[in-house]
């Protein structure tokens, strides 16, 4: 019988006894008094967490600042609200329909030590107000984003809204956040501006019209100056800021940026650096 050292039979005895690993804990969304689950139902929703870089994503996709107030819709665990506070200093309101997370929520927001900058509200975001926001986030299923579409559309022109996964149908996206799944989308409600105006201001012109049409914040038209009608070139619409370019009366390319509030416009026409003023009024 061939007999091996004692070391390399201790050291094989000792590999045939380790036992392997037990598989890692399922993460822990909640706290001693509750614990949802990922994949839990609620209201027109099951509930799965955002993901902590997915959150900060979205944050800064939307530029939150300080002044900002942040409203996040089915805000959950309040992960989105409390990050906009704790790193990017905004105030924040999370709406959640579901007693028991919006009570975690509020919990969260202590054990983060943003009591004075968060608020969690146990309510329905259809129901809920939330017209002051500056920057709105959500996590909702692609018809729950459409029934919320008119309501968002009706907010502040320059409101910014980030999506997490789902888009808000045939409304584009002013910017995208990721490629694949689970991806973001950027949009910033847009100023009505559709319409005819007339413009004042621009020089050597006695007359201009300016008629606008409009898709969510795709514009296009034509400028009618003295009776001549041109064709508007590169126009955008950001928020209430209008951009465009036009040929003056001696044939010069200058363009023009305002700013829509309501049924006026004021602005600025420049070449490189402001050359003049100029206004409109909506008929």
Known sequence: ??????????????????????????????????????????????????????????????????????????????????????????????????????????????????????????????????????????????????????????????TRVVTNSFNMGDWEPDAFIGTTYPSGFYYVVPADAAGKWNVSGIDGATSATLNLVQRYQRVGGTLTIDGKEQIILGPTLTGDRLKFSFLDPKGQSRAAEVTVKGNSFAGKVMENSPLYDIAGTRN
């Open 1 to 158: 019988m061939r007999f091996l050292p004692f070391a390399i039979a201790l050291a094989l005895t000792a590999c045939a006894t380790v036992e392997p690993p037990p598989p890692p804990a399922a993460p822990q969304h909640g706290d001693a008094q509750y614990q949802p689950t990922v994949g839990q139902s609620g209201k027109d929703v099951v509930w799965v967490p955002t993901s902590d870089a997915m959150a900060e994503s979205m944050l800064r996709m939307a530029d939150v600042k300080p002044t900002d107030l942040v409203f996040d819709l089915g805000a959950g665990d309040g992960k989105i609200a409390i990050a906009a506070a704790k790193k990017f200093g905004a105030n924040a309101v999370g709406i959640e329909y579901n007693k028991e997370m919006a009570d975690l929520a509020a919990r969260n927001v202590v054990r983060a030590g943003v009591g004075d900058k968060v608020r969690i509200i146990h309510g329905d975001i259809f129901i809920e107000d939330f017209s002051n926001a500056t920057v709105l986030t959500m996590y909702l299923l692609p018809h729950l984003n459409l029934k919320l579409r008119p309501t968002i559309l009706k907010m502040r022109p320059g």
